[in-house]
C-alpha cells in the first residue's frame, strides 16, 4: 500500500506565502505523475497544480503565475510553493499521486489525508 503524508497547512495572510508538503512511502513500483488538489467549502474537489517525473509542470488557470509545483525522486517527494494567495485559495488541498504498485501494469491514485489552509485579511 502507498501512504501520502502532508504537512505545512495552516492559516496564512492574504497576499501571504505558504508551502505545503508531501511525502509518500510504502510498497510500490513507481510513482509517475503527482499532483495538488483542493476542495473549498460547497465545492468540488479540483486540480490545482500536476507534476510528471520527469518535471513537466501543468496549472490552473488561477493557480498559474502564483504557485509552483516541484517534486523530489529521490524523496518521493512534492511541494506546493504558494504565493500571493486570497480569499479563494481557502480550501482543503490534497496531495495526489499515480502509482505503479508491484505486479501491475496499471496507475492507481492515491490521496492524502488533505491539509486545511485558512487566508485571513
Known amino acids: 500500500q502507498v501512504q501520502l503524508v502532508e504537512s505545512g497547512g495552516g492559516l496564512v495572510q492574504a497576499g501571504g506565502s505558504l508551502r505545503l508538503s508531501c511525502v509518500a512511502s510504502?510498497?510500490?513500483?513507481?510513482?509517475?505523475?503527482m499532483g495538488w488538489y483542493r476542495q473549498a467549502p460547497g465545492a468540488r474537489r479540483d486540480g490545482v497544480a500536476s507534476?510528471?517525473?520527469?518535471?513537466?509542470?501543468h496549472y490552473s488557470y488561477s493557480a498559474k503565475g502564483r504557485f509552483t509545483i516541484s517534486r523530489n525522486n529521490a524523496t518521493n517527494a512534492v511541494y506546493l510553493q504558494m504565493s500571493s494567495v486570497n480569499a479563494d485559495d481557502r480550501a482543503v488541498y490534497y496531495c495526489?499521486?499515480?502509482?505503479?504498485?508491484?505486479?501491475?501494469?496499471?496507475?492507481?491514485?492515491?490521496w492524502g489525508q488533505g491539509t486545511q489552509v485558512t487566508v485571513s485579511s
Open positions: 495526489n499521486a499515480r502509482v505503479r504498485v508491484w505486479g501491475s501494469t496499471i496507475l492507481t491514485p492515491f
Open positions: 507534476i510528471t517525473r520527469e518535471g513537466i509542470t
Open positions: 510504502g510498497s510500490f513500483a513507481n510513482i509517475d505523475a
